[in-house]
């Protein structure tokens, strides 16, 4: 997830035309135009990467990070289920509808799943 998220930092450097035609490419037209458009697209950009390092840190001591870990993975699995709905009801296509959210909640289950398998800290244990 830290990888995945961590990639969204080429899009807070991209040119506006670069981002214009990715989003053509989608089938979505053109990129609307607007301050409003270029700062939603690179802060958002900005977060997910920032947020994916945060992962990437939490990573490397999932036992000393957990409470972390836990709060990702259960906030995200709302999360995902939230953006699918407003991916459905702002009439995104289909197969973005269908793979974002979902995407993030399976994401999110696995997470949780694989930091259930990390054996707790014990006083006086490493």
């Known amino acids: 997830m830290g990888t995945v ?10 040119p506006l035309d670069w981002m ?6 989608l089938g979505m037209g ?3 135009q607007g301050p409003i458009v270029e700062y939603l697209a690179r802060s958002l950009s900005a977060f997910y990467a920032m947020l994916g390092g945060m992962l ?9 990070y957990a409470g972390v870990i836990t ?5 995200s699995i ?4 939230v953006i699918l709905v407003i991916d459905l009801s702002i009439g995104m296509p289909r197969y973005w509808a269908a793979c974002e959210g979902p995407i993030v ?17 014990t006083p006086g244990s490493k």
């Open 78 to 81: 709302a999360f995902g289920a």
């Open 30 to 32: 053109g990129l609307p």
């Open 56 to 64: 990437w840190v939490a990573s490397f001591d999932v036992r000393r």
């Open 5 to 14: 998220a961590g990639l969204a930092v080429v899009a807070v450097f991209m």
């Open 20 to 25: 214009d035609r990715c989003h053509r490419m």
């Open 71 to 75: 709060f990702v993975g259960v906030s």
């Open 105 to 121: 909640i399976c994401f999110s289950v696995i997470l949780l799943l694989l930091l259930s398998r990390a054996r707790p800290v």
